[in-house]
């Protein structure tokens, strides 16, 4: 047996258990001053998130005022949403307000008149001098409409002038200064879709609602109360139920994008389909109804002939004319309208196919087109006549002179 390594390990044997008394002392101690080390951090980190030296007393004991300013959810992106649409809606609402119709009934008997109630709708103030613009539906074949404002004040309405076309009508209300706060106009033509939208008005005769949602497609068509197609109408996801038509649709920004004019729901009720007038269209309307009671269209002068004759006489494409007014546009411009001939035969006359080189196909085409234009501008009109291509010049007049 090798003594000097059974000394060693004899030695080494004894060595062990005072290491190990040794380390245990030091854990003990250095343990208790790590721990008392780590709760003067946290401490100290916690005075330095809940103390501020201007929220404080003299004393140094901290207000509630920090606690006031989390529990109202500053910088939570929710609770900002949700105060953006609260002020938006306080800033518009006062611009909405609320329309009935009455219309009168003769008794048979009596012969005495009474006022029915018709309907309700909704509507916005346009100008301080009290106009207020709505859907035409929402006042059609009414005798007599009252406004109610925000303020719950109500005035008796006059018509001023209506575009069934556009389904738009004009209303105006002799209400002082201090009641008439005009909407905020915006455009409609750089909008997108799933821009955020905000609807206000009296579905169901429940005055100053709110609704929201998104722009959900643009560029869409429906047809007015004249069988006229309305183009480039915004559809939205938000809300919009009998009552609410005449009523406005705003942007982020509180600003009018559009007039809600219908829902699609087989129902009657919403469906998240609603469609509105873009504003572009009602900035177009709006100041002709105002002045001439009708708008003051840009026109050729001219009578197309209906497209199902046009078709039975082989025409598809392009506007055949029917008639021309006397020194309109087109006839001064030389344009020739159908006619028939002495020994019987027919003479097709011109077929009009673009403006400005933009194709036109029916007489709603043209009208919509030429609305893109003012009475006095010069358009370039492209026909066709004995089935040769012709171009001329024409100065657009208007369809009510002044």
């Avoid at 401490?43 to 207000?63: L, R």
Wanted: net charge negative; hydrophobic share 35%.
């Amino acid at each position: 047996m090798n003594h000097d390594y059974y000394q060693s390990s004899k030695t080494s044997k004894m060595k062990l258990p005072a290491i190990a008394l040794i380390f245990s002392i030091i854990g003990y101690f250095g343990g208790g001053y790590l721990k008392s080390q780590i709760a003067s951090f946290g401490e100290n980190e916690a005075a330095e998130v809940t103390e501020d030296p201007s929220s404080t007393t003299d004393s140094g004991q901290v207000t509630a005022e920090k606690t006031e300013v989390e529990d109202e959810g500053s910088g939570d992106p929710i609770r900002d949403y949700e105060t953006a649409t609260i002020q938006l809606f306080e800033r518009a609402a006062p611009s909405v307000c609320y329309i009935t119709t009455t219309v009168q009934r003769r008794d048979y008997w009596s012969r005495n008149t009474t006022e029915i109630p018709a309907g309700s709708g909704s509507g916005f103030i346009w100008d301080e001098d009290g106009h207020i613009v709505t859907n035409y539906h929402v006042i059609r074949d009414a005798t007599s409409a009252m406004v109610t404002l925000s303020d719950q004040s109500t005035y008796s309405a006059k018509l001023v002038g209506i575009e069934p076309s556009k389904d738009l009508a004009v209303l105006k209300i002799d209400a002082p200064a201090k009641s008439l706060r005009p909407i905020k106009v915006g455009s409609s033509q750089k909008l997108k879709v799933g821009q955020f939208v905000m609807a206000i008005g009296n579905p169901f005769g429940l005055d100053q609602t709110l609704t929201t949602g998104v722009i959900s497609a643009l560029g869409r068509e429906i047809q007015s109360l004249t069988g006229r197609p309305i183009r480039d109408v915004i559809q939205t996801d938000a809300a919009i139920n009998p009552g609410n038509s005449g009523g406005p649709l705003l942007d982020r920004s509180g600003k009018l994008i559009g007039v809600n004019t219908q829902i699609y729901s087989p129902s009657g009720a919403s469906a998240g389909i609603g469609f509105s007038i873009p504003v572009d269209e009602v900035k177009w309307v709006v100041p002709d109804l105002i002045k001439y009671g009708e708008v003051r269209r840009p026109v050729l002068g001219i009578t197309a002939l209906p497209a199902q004759y046009a078709q039975q006489m082989g025409i598809k494409n392009g506007i055949m004319i029917a008639d021309l007014s006397p020194n309109g546009p087109a006839a001064k411009a030389g344009l020739k309208a159908i006619q028939r001939l002495e020994d019987g035969r027919i003479d097709v006359g011109d077929i009009i196919t673009r403006i400005n080189n933009v194709k036109v196909t029916d007489i709603n085409d043209l009208i919509l087109k030429l609305e893109k234009y003012s009475p006095g501008d010069i358009v370039e009109v492209r026909f066709t006549r004995d089935e040769k291509e012709k171009i001329v010049k024409v100065k657009l007049a208007a369809s009510r002179s002044e």
